[in-house]
């Protein structure tokens, strides 16, 4: 289980362009080399060899140090780059949510159950990878286990977190697992991807509606009023509604008007910065072509100005030749003889 500042931190260069297409600031994924799937038993017969890796998907052996090591972009490791991660995580779900107990469902290294003990909170983790697992802190170790998240937790939890997981699992895993979580709390922090089917290990991906779909089966709904994209762009908070119905639809269409009247409203901005901008823009083509007349006119300006200074030089030169002539020297030798 990764975050998405994780993901937009560690993502290989070509997928990154791939999800910057998807998401103007796509979150991480479980980058995993296609390759090393290669090295699973395989057979030619299609269904058969979707069984035998749905197998080994809900068994957890695609999710050994291979996978840790290439498939999250920078090896997924305990280290100051990653407990910093689940830090921010741990220190935000407190902040919001203030749970007492949480169960990470999916907790591979367990780092998310290891941040939020060290703020008091009672964490625990389950994974169905045996390495993952064995890679958790030892402070932690008391408090996660090898397992699958579609066995009873048996015990209840203010919050279950299920981060990036169930792409990861079978369907019909999924919908145990979805089950599961809903047994054993009535709030639920959850995220899939809902892209990225080149991800070797993504065998269930399906956009929010369907997540929701399903959590709705259980009598757990959006919480339309609280803000989970610190995880990632899709994360959601299922949260247990006993209301009846109408008063569900209400809250969700209170949600839906305020978004479609603020989109409403920015794209009438966005059309009148539009209409602003083309107007600028002619505002600036035309004070272009009025600096480039008064270019033109100053440069025949200059070139006037030229011409009257070499006339002037002319008529100087020709002022100063007549004044040292023939009939200047006798006008004044003349003059000079008649005051005499």
Not at 54 to 59: E, F, K, L, N, T
Not at 169 to 189: F, G, K, T, V, Y
Not at 308 to 328: A, T
Request: some cysteine.
């Amino acid at each position: 289980m990764l975050t998405g500042e994780s993901r937009n931190e560690n993502r290989e260069p070509e997928t990154e362009k791939r999800t910057q297409r998807a998401h103007s600031s796509a979150p991480r994924n479980f980058w995993y080399n296609t390759e090393r799937c290669a090295s699973h038993p395989a057979t030619s017969d299609p269904s058969r060899q979707s069984m035998d890796n749905a197998h080994v998907m809900s068994s957890g052996g695609l999710f050994d140090a291979w996978y840790y090591q290439t498939g999250c972009g920078s090896p997924y490791q305990r280290n100051d780059h990653w407990l910093g991660i689940f830090g921010k995580l741990a220190d935000r779900i407190i902040a919001e949510i203030a749970p007492r107990s949480v169960m990470d469902a999916g907790c591979a290294l367990g780092m998310l159950v290891e941040q939020l003990r060290a703020r008091g909170v009672d964490a625990e983790g389950v994974d169905i990878s045996e390495y993952a697992i064995a890679q958790a802190d030892e402070s932690v170790r008391p408090y996660v286990r090898v397992g699958s998240i579609t066995e009873p937790f048996n015990r209840r939890y203010d919050l279950i977190v299920c981060i990036e997981v169930l792409e990861h699992m079978p369907r019909a895993d999924a919908e145990a697992a979805i089950a599961n979580m809903c047994a054993w709390s009535d709030d639920i922090l959850f995220s899939s991807s809902p892209y990225d089917h080149r991800e070797a290990t993504h065998l269930n991906v399906h956009p929010p509606e369907y997540w929701a779909e399903r959590f709705a089966r259980h009598g757990f709904f959006r919480d339309v009023d609280f803000d989970a994209s610190f995880i990632t762009p899709w994360a959601v908070r299922f949260r247990r509604r006993n209301e009846p119905f109408h008063r569900i639809v209400r809250d969700y269409e209170r949600r839906f008007w305020e978004l479609w009247n603020a989109n409403v409203q920015l794209r009438e901005l966005a059309i009148d910065q539009r209409t602003h901008l083309a107007q600028a823009a002619a505002a600036r083509e035309n004070a272009e072509h009025l600096a480039e007349e008064c270019r033109a006119y100053a440069l025949r300006l200059e070139a006037e100005i030229a011409r009257k200074n070499e006339h002037i030089l002319l008529l100087e030169r020709l002022i100063h030749r007549l004044e040292n002539g023939r009939v200047m020297r006798l006008l004044r030798l003349l003059t000079g003889r008649r005051r005499n």
